[in-house]
Nanobody, 114 residues
Framework: QVQVVESGGGLVQAGGSLRLSCAAS????????MGWYRQAPGKQREVVAG???????NYAYSVKGRFTISRDNAKNTVYLQMNSLKLEDTAVYYC????????WGQGTQVTVSS
C-alpha cells in the first residue's frame, strides 16, 4: 500500500507562490494516477489537479493557468507549483491517487493573506 506525506505549505501573501511536495512510499507509485486535493474550512474536499502515470495533467477551472502539477517517479514524489495565489486558495492540501484510493495523509496547510 502506497502512503503519502505532504509538505511545503505555509503562509503567503496574495499573489505569491508556494510549491507543495507529496512523498510517496511504495515501489508501485509510478503506475498510479495522482492528484492534489484541498479542503477549505466548512467545505468539502475537492480535486485541484491530476496527473496520470504518463504525465498527462488536468486542472480544476479555479486553478487552471496558476497551478502546475508534476511528478518525479524516480523520487516517488508529486509536486504542485502554485502561483498567483488568491485568498480563496486557503485550505489544507492533500495528495492521493486519482481517483482517491490511498489512506489520506495529514495534508499541508496553505494560508493566503491579503
Amino acid at each position: 500500500q502506497v502512503q503519502v506525506v505532504e509538505s511545503g505549505g505555509g503562509l503567503v501573501q496574495a499573489g505569491g507562490s508556494l510549491r507543495l511536495s507529496c512523498a510517496a512510499s511504495g515501489s508501485i507509485f509510478s503506475i498510479y494516477a495522482m492528484g492534489w486535493y484541498r479542503q477549505a474550512p466548512g467545505k468539502q474536499r475537492e480535486v485541484v489537479a491530476g496527473i496520470t502515470s504518463g504525465g498527462s495533467t488536468n486542472y480544476a477551472y479555479s486553478v487552471k493557468g496558476r497551478f502546475t502539477i508534476s511528478r518525479d517517479n524516480a523520487k516517488n514524489t508529486v509536486y504542485l507549483q502554485m502561483n498567483s495565489l488568491k485568498l480563496e486558495d486557503t485550505a489544507v492540501y492533500y495528495c492521493n491517487g486519482n481517483p482517491p484510493r490511498l489512506d489520506w495523509g495529514q495534508g499541508t496547510q496553505v494560508t493566503v493573506s491579503s
